[in-house]
């Protein structure tokens, strides 16, 4: 019986272990961000600046994670916690940074490529909170932590495959900040298999069809009105 308990055991730790380290990463702690406000000069954000299409190729480039840490190097608020995420080794705290000042709420956008429509599960650490965020125009519903440090990962949230596309995913965020510290870094990666919140109960985007299937489209009906004239 002690035997079997223990086999039973082992099996359920390396069942674990395999299932974390085999998840794919498409956004990582130090993806690469569009983004603008996070300090200095506070430019103008027009109303689609979360949009698929917004072209976002004036705004500043930088990795994350974003943070008001004083010197290079050092990643200030940003508790290594990592639970209940590891996938395979503990994530290490990434060694540079893009400036975030306090009292300032950036706005960020980072895009990833799926081959399809994929079920994911999206990591937040956030110091002091996340005013909106969306994936592909659609705004999350999920709870996210507002005070406190920004410890790895303590909003996790589960993304069903509807919500994504096969091509360019676009997710895009604005930080906020009540002064103090800031912290900011954020992951997703293929399905961890849990049961978490699901990211947002608002309805996934209508697909929009390529310019091809439009034209197409448009000839149907010119020449169903054809039709309909000559009977």
């Known amino acids: 019986m002690k035997r079997s308990l223990g086999f039973a055991v082992l099996a359920a730790i390396v069942f674990w272990t395999t ?5 794919t990463i498409y956004v990582d702690q130090t993806a690469t961000y569009r983004y603008v406000n996070a300090t200095g000069v506070q430019n103008a954000v027009p109303p689609d600046w979360f949009t698929v299409g917004f072209n976002d190729s004036s705004w500043l480039v930088g990795n994350g994670p974003f943070s008001s840490g004083q010197t290079s190097g050092t990643i200030f608020d940003q508790g290594n916690a990592n639970d209940p995420f590891a996938p395979g080794a503990t994530q290490p705290i990434p060694s540079t940074f893009t400036r975030w000042d306090t009292f300032h ?9 799926l081959t399809t429509p994929t079920d994911l599960t999206l990591w937040i650490a956030v110091d002091n909170g996340i005013n909106s965020l969306y994936l592909n125009n659609v705004l999350s519903t999920g709870f996210i932590n507002a005070e406190g440090a920004a410890f790895r990962w303590e909003s996790v949230f589960d993304i069903p495959a509807a919500y994504t596309v096969a091509g360019r995913n676009v ?3 604005q930080l906020e900040d009540h002064g103090g510290a800031t912290g ?7 399905n961890d298999a849990a049961t978490n919140p699901i990211f947002s109960i608002n309805p996934p985007a209508a697909a929009v069809p390529e310019p091809a299937s439009l034209i197409l489209l448009a000839t149907g009906l010119v020449g169903s009105k054809m039709r309909r004239r000559r009977g």
């Open 171 to 173: 997710l895009a965020l």
């Open 19 to 23: 299932s974390a380290e085999a998840l």
């Open 184 to 190: 900011f870094d954020l992951m997703i990666t293929s």
């Open 105 to 113: 709420n950036p706005y960020l956008r980072t895009a990833f490529t």
